[in-house]
């Protein structure tokens, strides 16, 4: 509300509360001009002793009490003008943090998210920020002025009587006004969480499209989505009834004090002590304080609901990220781009280790393959390289500098990955490849696709390098992907590579495809390749096989071979699939050139 670093924004502050004082002032005003009207038209002059002669006419007095209601409004809606960009800059930079904070909380933090309920939780957050700014400072400061004016009114020109019955009125207004807001907080949260259920459903759903088409489960997943929403629609329900019931109420308790009031004046007005004009003034501005009080009212229900939507948010802002870095902590200087493990102990969960102990090098310029079965800890190493986590005891090295005791961002500038998932943004090829690089220029990009040899795919498209490849990259194949993933990374042209099984999920022709631009990227590179399919890493300078989280082959292809071990063994499995597979593709060709010759036979 009040930036420093924004001396614009704290003058607009500072003209808004000054328009927000004159404006109260002149509301108050109004239902005096209202009043001497009323005497003047009744043959009284109650005007006289406050006004010059001149403007006492009853014609004079109603076009000022027109004039002062139109310079009133003017001057509220010239405050709410003014403070308008300070509350939304108050908003952005709060949604601002928020953001930020989502992208330096921990890998395992999104791992367990849910992604559709978070998008709901930030965007309600927001909202809320936005109402608590507007109402707090645009209404609640406002109100308690007009009070405090209305109240030193009634207590010298119509005494304590008066007085009392206002003050029992907004007393009595305002408690049951609060317990009836904090009861409907409840269902507020009911609902919201109904919502973020609701959309966490949709999204998911949507997200794994592909999967609910697959299995014919398009059904089941409106039912799903049905039910939470009708857990909203319960809560929403609920919600408009006891607003109603919330208005009902207000409107009772006040009515009954004006009702009061006014009995009071009419009596005086018999009795000869006030005028006519008196009861006028007494009901104006008890109609006009009807405003302001039932804003009160307004105010609290949406300052709580305000923070009940923001509640989660700030739970999230209140998360500490799991990876931090030393205070101080110098950036990571590197020079060769040599790694080193050194008896590097992890889990996940501690009670359930995944890496035991395990010591390797990966030399400068130096190809170093980490295989074995599933569940071994081989995509382990690489979050650990990139600190995704930090590891239970042991040491990361990058030329000999901990990466534990360096920047984050400068340990992920220095590594390159092409991953087994390659997730792409929505948006063009370009982009998607610029990712690598942001401030690449557009040679640049074009070189690296050629690079991954995909520069003529994409040439081929209408768009070309503007062409869009949907959500996750989905109007790719899995191979088209996995080159826009190398082309980010030539573009990058880190010192260290890692590339995360970069072809299990291909095909065997695609693989070889991918094979040759990956060992074009990663030619003069610290690479550091986890591998499933073994016929990758044949030419590896070491190969490491891991079982159970443990080192128990090292060496290279030849060498593990003669073995005769793990490695010797996954081997001979993996060229029996590949022969089978190669086989059964031999026999199709073959069974397709069988089919053409017998249409060809029928048709001569």
Known sequence: MWPTDRPDLRMRVAYATIFLVLAKLLTVLVPYFYKWATDALDGADSAREWLPLALTGAITLVVSYNVARVFSVGLNQLRDALFARVGQYAVRRLAYRTFVHMHQLSMRFHL??????????????????????????????????????VAIIFGFAYGVSYLAVIAVTVGLYSWFTIKASDWRIGIRRDMNDSDTDASTKAIDSLLNFETVKYFGNEAMEAERFDKAMSRYEIAATRIWTSLGWLNFGQGLIFGAGMAVAMVMSALEVRAGTQTLGDFVFINAMLMQLSIPLNFIGFIYREIRQGLTDIEAMFDLLEVEAEVKDPADAPTLQVSEGAVRFEDVRFGYDPAREILKGISFDVPPGKSVAIVGPSGAGKSTVS???????????????????????????SVRAAIGIVPQDTVLFNDTITYNIRYGRIGAREAEVRRAAELAQIAGFIQELPDGFDSMVGERGLKLSGGEKQRVAIARTILKAPPILVLDEATSALDTHTEQEIQTALDLVSKERTTLTIAHRLSTIIDADEIIVLKSGEIVERGSHRELLEADGLYAEMWAMQREATEAEEALRRAREADEFGVIERRRTEEA
């Not at 849910?114 to 998008?119: D, E, P, Y």
């Not at 650990?384 to 990361?396: C, K, N, P, V």
């Not at 990058?398 to 360096?406: C, T, Y």
């Open 112 to 149: 367990e998210r849910r992604t559709g309920g978070l998008s709901r939780i930030i965007e309600r957050g927001t909202k809320g920020i936005e109402s608590i700014v507007r109402f707090t400072i645009l209404n609640t400061l406002p109100t308690i002025l007009e009070f405090a004016l």
């Open 383 to 409: 979050r650990l390289l990139f600190r995704f986590y930090d590891i239970q005891s042991g040491r990361i090295l990058i030329d000999g500098q901990d990466i534990a005791g360096v920047q984050q961002e």
